[in-house]
C-alpha cells in the first residue's frame, strides 16, 4: 500500500539521475528515496527506442511493485521512449518525466541560438521534435548529440584530458561566445557543466531540467496529500544492475557542482 512514508523512486540508465535525486533530495530532504541506475545497460542513448522501452518499463513496474509513491525517470533518453507508454497504462500513477529544457533557453533573450546538447535518440524522436517545433519561432536551435560524454560519466572521467578534448572537439564549432544558450537535454551532462561552460564561453547560459522536475515531483505528491509528514532526514537506497558502481553512485551524490 503507497503511503505518505513509502519511497520516491527515481531511476536512469546510470549515474545520470544523480544530478536529478540531488535536486529532489535539495527541495524533499525528509523523502525517503530510492535509486535504481541501469549501468549494466548503459548507455540507452545509442539503443533502440524499443530496447529503451523495454528496459525502462522493468525498471519502473518493479519500482512501482515495491511501493514507490512516485517514479521520476530521470532520464531524458527513456522518457522519451517510454513515458508516453507508462502513462497510458497507469493513468493515475505520479510519474515525473525529463525534457530538454528548450523553453526557458528559447524565451532567455531575443532570438537566442541555443544549442541542444542530448543524446542521439531524444534528438531524434518525435517528442523532441514537436517540443523544437513549438519553440521555433522564439530561437534558433542546433541539435548536437554527445553520446560518448555519457560513458566519461559512466566511468566517473569527466576531469581527464580525453574528455576535455572530446568536448573541445565537439564543441570547437560553438566555442568562444558563437551561441548565447546550451540546454543540457540529458541528466548526465551537469556533471561536465563546467567543462562545457568553459570552452563556450562564461556569458553562454546554461539550462537543463532537473529542478523543475523536482518541483513537479513535489507538485504531483502534494496533489495527493502524499508528501511525508517526517520532520527527519529520508534515506537514500541506491541500487544498480552492475552492483560494482554502487559506490561511485554514493560518490557521486555527493558531488557538489550538480
Ligand atoms: N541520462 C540519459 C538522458 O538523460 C541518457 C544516458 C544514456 O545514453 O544512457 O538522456
Redesign the pocket.
Known amino acids: 500500500m503507497i503511503t505518505k512514508e513509502s519511497p520516491i523512486a527515481v531511476v536512469?540508465?546510470?549515474m545520470?539521475?544523480i544530478t536529478v535525486l540531488r535536486k529532489l533530495h535539495r527541495l524533499m530532504p525528509n523523502e525517503n528515496y530510492i535509486y535504481f541506475g541501469d549501468s549494466a545497460n548503459?548507455?540507452?542513448?545509442?539503443k533502440t527506442k524499443e530496447e529503451i522501452r523495454l528496459l525502462t518499463v522493468n525498471a519502473v513496474e518493479s519500482l512501482m511493485k515495491r511501493g514507490a509513491k512516485s517514479v521520476v525517470i530521470?532520464?531524458?533518453?527513456?522518457?522519451s521512449a517510454a513515458a508516453g507508454y507508462l502513462r497510458e497504462k497507469y493513468p493515475d500513477y505520479p510519474f515525473v518525466g525529463?525534457e530538454p529544457a528548450l523553453k526557458p533557453a528559447a524565451l532567455s533573450s531575443k532570438w537566442p541560438r541555443v544549442l541542444v546538447l542530448?543524446?542521439p535518440?531524444?534528438l531524434k524522436e518525435e517528442k523532441f521534435n514537436n517540443l523544437m517545433a513549438r519553440f521555433e519561432g522564439e530561437a534558433e536551435f542546433i541539435k548536437l548529440p554527445a553520446?560518448e560524454l555519457?560513458g566519461f560519466v559512466e566511468r566517473g572521467e569527466v576531469d581527464t584530458q580525453e574528455c576535455t578534448e572530446y568536448l573541445e572537439r565537439i564543441l570547437e564549432p560553438y566555442a568562444d561566445h558563437k551561441v548565447d544558450a546550451v540546454v543540457l537535454?540529458?541528466?548526465?551532462f551537469p556533471f561536465a557543466r563546467k567543462e562545457i561552460q568553459s570552452i563556450l564561453g562564461e556569458e553562454v547560459l546554461v539550462f537543463e531540467g532537473s529542478m523543475g522536475a523536482a518541483k513537479q515531483c513535489q507538485r504531483l505528491l502534494a496533489q495527493r496529500d502524499l508528501l511525508t509528514d517526517s520532520t527527519q532526514e529520508g534515506i537514500i537506497s541506491f541500487e544498480n544492475s552492475d552492483e560494482s558502481k554502487i559506490e561511485q553512485c554514493i560518490k557521486m551524490f555527493g558531488f557538489n557542482d550538480v
Open positions: 536512469d540508465s546510470g545520470g539521475g548503459s548507455p540507452y542513448g545509442t530521470a532520464c531524458n533518453t527513456a522518457t525529463l542530448a543524446t535518440l531524444t553520446p555519457v537535454g540529458c541528466t548526465h
